[in-house]
């Protein structure tokens, strides 16, 4: 296991000190121990892993310093288009160190949505012709290579990590003013909703959550579109969704995928019909992959949704609050919820035991009833 803080001290001493990316939950400790030694300047987490490889562009056109930019696998898909049209050799060919959280490694036990994208983490970066390396315990002569090799080629390189490469970056747990959990919310949530109403839920823990109050209750997971990947796109598919349906859709988002794709809203609110619901999970953090704040407290959300078209935004602390607000949301359009939840999970907060293959089957044929 590789020592966090000498691996991060390792890359100061070689002149890495400017920081971009989306958290992963195998660079937790990394990503902590990032944001505790470096300034908010030298750390930055980004909206999605394609505007860190942009901020990492432009950090070394104005130092010729080289960033990092780190980022779980499944953020490759953000990442390419300016890895081939803005730091590729043959466009402006800028050197940067990539650090590559690799979940659904070929051998390794993992979700659904991580093995297609942990079999072709390699093939991918071979197709763009961008040099990967595996991390490995003795890091010291692979990061040296790896900044000879960017200073030599001018172009990015990857650095692919293992599960359970970094050793535990014990930080103080990150806080927020709130008191109610994310899984008392949603029961509050579902405890509103009939037959009828259908959610389309987003990628980490508050997909877990829900399938697991489905469990508790002893309901069918029918009609709920648990978006296990796809971070960010959950309230387009649920857009879709209201589109094809008169049923109820509720989309509960969180944060961190707001503010991934929130270009997305605009669109959404100019075209949602009334039973497009959005209820928006908001704990100031990606908290299902080890609590990097997100910068939804530093605006204000509500004033956001509002200026991207909604009609009418609620916001909750409570229990009460969140049942009187959901019986708000019915029958008007662009109507949403915002529900200020604080952060932490149940330790034995288990996974989703129907595939999404089934999960959708299942929705599909309620749906067409
Ligand atoms: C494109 C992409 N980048 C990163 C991840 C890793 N990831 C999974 S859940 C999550 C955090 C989600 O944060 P938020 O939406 O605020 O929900 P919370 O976990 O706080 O409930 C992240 C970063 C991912 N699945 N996909």
């Not at 003013?177 to 579902?190: C, F």
């Not at 648990?226 to 509960?252: Q, R």
């Not at 075209?271 to 497009?276: G, L």
């Not at 595939?355 to 959708?360: A, G, M, Q, R």
Request: hydrophobic share 35%.
């Amino acid at each position: 296991m590789i020592d966090t803080k000498a691996f991060y001290d390792y890359l100061q001493a070689k002149n890495f000190d400017f920081f971009a990316g989306v958290p992963d939950s195998l660079l937790k400790n990394l990503c902590a121990c990032i944001k505790e030694n470096s300034d908010a300047k030298h750390n930055i987490i980004t909206a999605n892993e394609g505007n860190a490889i942009a901020l990492a562009s432009g950090y070394h056109i104005a130092t010729s310093k080289y960033g990092v930019v780190y980022m779980q696998n499944s953020g490759i898909g953000n990442a390419v288009n300016p890895l081939l049209s803005l730091a590729d050799e043959e466009v402006y060919s800028i050197p940067m160190l990539l650090i590559v959280g690799w979940r659904g490694e070929p051998g390794v036990h993992d979700e659904p949505q991580h093995v297609k994208q942990g079999k072709v983490t390699l093939p991918l970066f071979k197709a763009m012709e961008i040099k990967t390396v595996i991390l490995e315990e003795n890091y010291q002569k692979q990061i040296d290579d790896c900044l000879k090799y960017i200073q030599k080629h001018n172009k990015p390189i990857a650095l692919i990590v293992h599960k359970g490469m970094f050793s535990e970056y014990k930080t103080s747990k990150p806080e927020n003013p709130y008191t109610i959990s994310r899984e008392e919310a949603l029961e509050t949530v579902i405890d509103t909703l009939t037959e009828e109403d259908f959610i389309v839920s987003t990628t980490g823990k508050t997909s877990r959550e829900i399938f697991e109050i489905r469990e508790r209750r002893g309901e069918e997971h029918s009609n709920d579109f648990l978006t296990v990947g796809s971070m960010g796109h959950t309230s387009s598919i649920a857009l879709g969704m209201s589109i094809g349906t008169d049923k109820n859709v509720y989309c509960i988002d969180g944060d961190g995928s707001f503010i991934m794709h929130m270009g997305s809203f605009a669109v959404t609110a100019s075209v949602a019909p009334k039973n497009f619901k959005y209820i928006l999970i908001n704990n100031g953090a990606h908290e299902s992959v080890g609590g990097q704040p997100t910068v939804a407290f530093k605006i204000d959300v509500k004033k956001t949704l509002l200026a991207l078209g909604f009609k009418n935004v609620y916001e909750a602390t409570t229990k009460e609050e969140i049942t009187k607000y959901m019986s708000s949301l019915k029958n008007k359009e662009l109507q949403a919820l915002v529900i200020y939840t604080k952060l932490g999970a149940r330790e034995d907060l288990g996974r989703p035991t129907v595939s999404p293959v089934d999960n959708k089957k299942a929705m599909m044929k309620k749906l067409s009833k």
